[in-house]
């Protein structure tokens, strides 16, 4: 997606009337640019339904992005990673703070420099279910190809009720030597909640 379509899309988003736009200006008053990083400002109680409506016919007119296939292997050598800012390399943010039993976990990130795309892996999405005893338990990881320009990853939240925690991001390949590389995402928290009658 070029350059002028995806600023008309965050235009659309900004327009979007009630707490969205009070979000678009606070990001572009912290310098993010036309990515919107929802996470860094803090929502307005009063909830507008006609803006996320609006959001969500944005959103709806995005293609997601395609699943990794076959999946990317990380080598052997490596046991674990160490998580780091995926801001110095692409504008990203959290999926919404509540979702819907069976409607989608949306995380939006922005590639800008195409060469990027051939030093990365694709993007590694993982969800766990934090229990009401706190243990966490792995119930969803999948890999997505990554895109230039304005990318989608769209996960079906068909899980029971509760607290998750959403986690994504991917390696840089000269890093995949290490035992613990760091994996460039997010870590966000998302509580999936019935939905109204």
Known sequence: MDRN????????????????????????????????RAQEVSQPP??????????????????????YSPPFILPDTVEGYMLANIGQFAPAGCPAAEIPVGASIEILFDIDDDSLLAAITPMFVTVLQIRPDRTVVQIFREQYRILPGQNL?????????????????????????????RLYGKRCRVKIVERSP
């Open 153 to 181: 990853i769209r996960v079906i939240a068909g899980f029971p009720p509760g607290e998750y925690q959403v986690i994504y991001g991917f390696y840089l390949t000269s890093q995949l030597k290490d035992k613990y590389p």
């Open 46 to 67: 009063v909830e507008d339904t006609a803006g996320v409506s609006r959001l969500s016919d944005t959103l709806a007119s995005f293609t997601p992005n395609p699943v």
């Open 5 to 36: 379509i995806r600023q008309s899309v965050w235009r659309k988003i900004c327009e979007a009337g009630g707490w969205l736009s009070l979000v678009c200006q606070a990001v572009m008053m912290l310098g993010a640019g036309p990515a919107l």
